[in-house]
């Protein structure tokens, strides 16, 4: 299963300020965070790395410089950020004082942090935040639901980082419902797990559905015991939180191939649309079989001796190489926001 760590930073050392709605990638063993909000609210455009192979105690504030015009990174909330090798993508994001929404594509080069704004031609999706965005084949990005001026989307886009053109595909299956805050995990190079968001009703959804990118075809979506949205989830070696390879009645399992490890998908924290919660559930793509593998603050069956992370939402969470193991993968949360404050400390969720 797994543990979590606490890791404190060092006496005087620089951190990001306590922030929600952040965006977050990983390279490796660094964790990169731009922009976000706090709860007044204050956006942010500052960026940050956390090298976890290192020293896992200490951020670095990045300062990046424009590559052709003078500029700055504009402050949002609700943007994803999505790395292709040494490149990450930063698509939409709002201005949560004004309400404006962004659907602008910036690329930021993380060997010189140099950024800039990617000239696009042709259609482009309509401004939103609170969407996904997943990595298909190394070159292209897919983007689903999210919110924009009329409210929940439930359209799925298409961005060829080569050409730098969007498209909107025609789709097989049977689409989840427009939703926001949701989570979309690429589970490898083509299939994705989408899970929990609000709909346009405000209700808190329970769902998860796979979409393969291969065919654009929508695939098994069943209803889960836990409602979710301003959660996060991240795919990691099934040994780290769920196990067993399991179908659905009405599907035959999506199994990936025999070269790939098994994977299943970690939720955590997030909004049931009663509380904010703090626990930690998995999700096995092939079936959806859902399981419980920590619960949360206050919930009383911890161990004296384990550490877990405050309850949260809006916080961001990522995959990096295991620093407590030869073979694994952690997951790192960073931030976030629950009822009583704003938060910036780190938390990793150890697979054994």
């Given at each position: 299963m797994g543990v979590w760590n606490l890791p404190k930073l060092d006496r005087g050392a620089s951190a990001p300020a306590a922030r929600g709605g952040h965006a977050i990638a990983s390279i490796g063993s660094r964790v990169i965070c731009f922009g976000g909000a706090d709860r007044s609210p204050t956006p942010f455009s500052d960026l940050w790395e956390l090298d976890t192979g290192r020293h896992c105690n200490q951020w670095t504030r990045i300062q990046?410089?424009?590559n052709v015009e003078r500029g700055k990174l504009v402050p949002r909330s609700g943007a994803t950020m999505t790395a292709?090798?040494?490149?990450l993508y930063i698509f939409g994001g709002q201005d949560p004082v004004t309400g404006g929404c962004y659907n602008d594509i910036?690329?930021?080069d993380s060997r010189s942090w140099q950024w800039m704004a990617l000239e696009v031609t042709g259609v482009r999706p309509p401004a939103r935040h609170s969407h996904i965005?997943?990595?298909?084949?190394?070159?292209?990005?897919?983007?689903?639901?999210?919110a924009g001026a009329q409210g929940p989307l439930g359209d799925l886009w298409v961005f060829d980082l080569t050409s730098r053109q969007w498209s909107q595909p025609a789709t097989q299956g049977d689409p989840p419902a427009p939703r926001e805050m949701h989570s979309g995990t690429m589970l490898d190079d083509t299939r994705m797990l989408i899970y929990g968001g609000r709909g346009p009703d405000g209700k808190v959804l329970c769902d998860a559905c796979l979409f393969d990118a291969s065919s654009l075809t929508w695939r098994l979506k069943e209803p889960t015991p836990f409602a979710r949205c301003a959660h996060t989830a991240v795919a990691l070696p099934s040994e780290a939180g769920c196990s067993g390879n399991h179908q659905s009645d009405n599907d035959e399992p999506m199994s990936s191939s025999p070269e790939t490890e098994?994977?299943?998908?970690l939720v955590y924290g997030g909004f049931s649309g009663d509380a904010v919660e703090g626990d930690l559930i998995s999700i096995d793509p092939d079936g959806i079989d859902v399981q419980m593998v920590s619960r949360g603050p206050d919930q009383g069956d911890q161990r004296l001796d384990q550490q877990i992370?405050?309850?949260?939402?809006?916080?961001?969470?990522?995959r990096v190489p295991s620093t407590a193991l030869d073979h694994g993968k952690d997951m790192v949360v960073f931030g976030g926001v629950n009822p009583l404050q704003d938060l910036n400390d780190v938390a990793i969720w150890q697979g054994m």
């Open positions: 990046p410089t424009a292709a090798g040494d490149i910036i690329m930021l965005t997943g990595l298909v084949q190394k070159n292209t990005l897919v983007v689903f639901g999210g098994h994977m299943c998908v992370p405050q309850a949260r939402f809006a916080h961001g969470a990522v």
